[in-house]
């Protein structure tokens, strides 16, 4: 079975940086885009990045570009979001999707992700 782990949330001041990792199991990893996406309190969850999965193409939410950087290194099977210059309104709940065939223009569809996991908090204070 595969599982997603995510760790490195915590609570930053705005202006401040995080950096989240997801460590999938299993062999899939290599083989698999990897994206991030975040659920704010009392809204829905939402796209925030992805990753293909040889680190060739990654896409990002207009509400991050600059700010968030994606990354994989596949000889650690994990993925990393960077996250800088934190604002009040980054706070949420940040999970790992693993997707098997990434088509651009489907990385904000959560139906295309095989597997999430559990989630990490991120709570930024202003």
């Known amino acids: 079975q595969v599982q997603l782990v995510e760790s490195g949330g915590g609570l930053v001041q705005a202006g401040g940086s995080l950096r989240l990792s997801c460590a999938p199991s299993?062999?899939?990893?290599?083989?698999?885009?990897m994206g991030w996406f975040r659920q704010p309190p009392e809204k829905e969850r939402e796209f925030v990045a992805i990753?293909?999965?040889?680190?060739?193409?990654?896409r990002y939410s207009d509400s991050v570009i600059g700010r968030f950087t994606i990354s994989r290194d596949n000889a650690k099977n994990t993925v990393y979001l960077q996250m800088n210059s934190l604002k009040s309104e980054d706070t949420a709940v940040y999970y790992c999707g693993a997707m098997r065939t990434f088509v651009p223009g489907t990385e904000r569809n959560r139906q295309q992700y095989n597997y999430w996991g559990q989630g990490t908090q991120v709570t930024v204070s202003s």
């Open positions: 299993g062999r899939i990893f290599s083989t698999y885009a």
């Open positions: 990753i293909s999965w040889n680190g060739a193409a990654t």
